[in-house]
């Protein structure tokens, strides 16, 4: 069954410092995996795109990394910011025709001053 | 470029009452999506079009939701009779294609009492 698993649930962390996101995923064939973030209150915005081929993908403070041999991929956030604090899903393209995305529940993060 | 339009921002009503979501999507896109997010959890693909025709409505449940694009541009997302489980966010996602990106509206979030 096509899953894709995030970890920690939440996180709290003070501003300044940085943190890690973690995704596990089951989803074949794999198509590409993406990172977003969603502010309370609104939808979904994409921070990263990886395929099949890339291991690192940056969008400024935010880096995301790919193992597609462990299925694995984490989101780490620099210097994080108050602006940081918001849900961030990461999203799994199956490519079997009609690019079904398969979504992780998420991890809530909360940066305080 | 205008974003996922979506109206209402917000829906109160009572259980076993019908209520109706719109959706505008990017001009051009051709595939949309209507997602359910209950909180805490990530989105729940309920249907894809692509143009007017559907691709994917595997997870509707299709004896009280229903949803149309007539026209492949607007979309409408109908439940009747709505239940209390279904409480949720429900976002409309646009593309230009089926394997591209997917950019979300703000949603509507539903409050069945």
């Known amino acids: 069954k096509n899953q894709v698993e995030q970890s920690p649930q939440s996180l709290i962390i003070l501003e300044g410092k940085n943190c890690t996101l973690q995704?596990?995923?089951?989803?074949?064939?794999?198509?590409?995996l993406r990172w977003y973030k969603q502010d309370t209150g609104r939808g979904p915005v994409s921070l990263t795109i990886m395929t099949f081929s890339e291991n690192t993908k940056s969008n400024g403070r935010y880096t995301a990394t790919l193992d597609a041999d462990t299925k694995q991929s984490s989101l780490h956030i620099t210097a994080s910011q108050l602006s940081d604090s918001a849900s961030y899903i990461c999203?799994?393209?199956?490519?079997?025709?009609?690019?079904?995305?398969?979504f992780g529940t998420g991890t809530r993060l909360k940066v305080l001053a | 470029e205008a974003g996922v339009a979506q109206s209402p921002r917000y829906k109160i009503i009572e259980k076993r009452q019908s209520v109706a979501f719109w959706c505008n999507p990017i001009?051009?896109?051709?595939?949309l999506y209507w997602y359910q997010q209950i909180l805490g959890q990530g989105p729940k693909l309920l249907i894809q079009f692509q143009n007017n025709g559907v691709v994917d409505d595997s997870q509707l449940p299709k004896d009280r939701f229903s949803a149309e694009r007539l026209k492949g541009v607007d979309s409408t997302l109908k439940i009747q009779p709505a239940k209390l489980e279904d409480s949720a966010v429900y976002l409309c996602a646009s593309s230009i294609n089926t394997n591209t990106e997917a950019f979300f509206g703000q949603g509507t979030r539903l409050t069945v009492v």
């Open positions: 995704c596990n995923y089951t989803v074949s064939p794999f198509s590409n």
């Open positions: 001009s051009g896109h051709a595939t």
């Open positions: 999203v799994v393209s199956e490519a079997s025709g009609t690019y079904k995305y398969i």
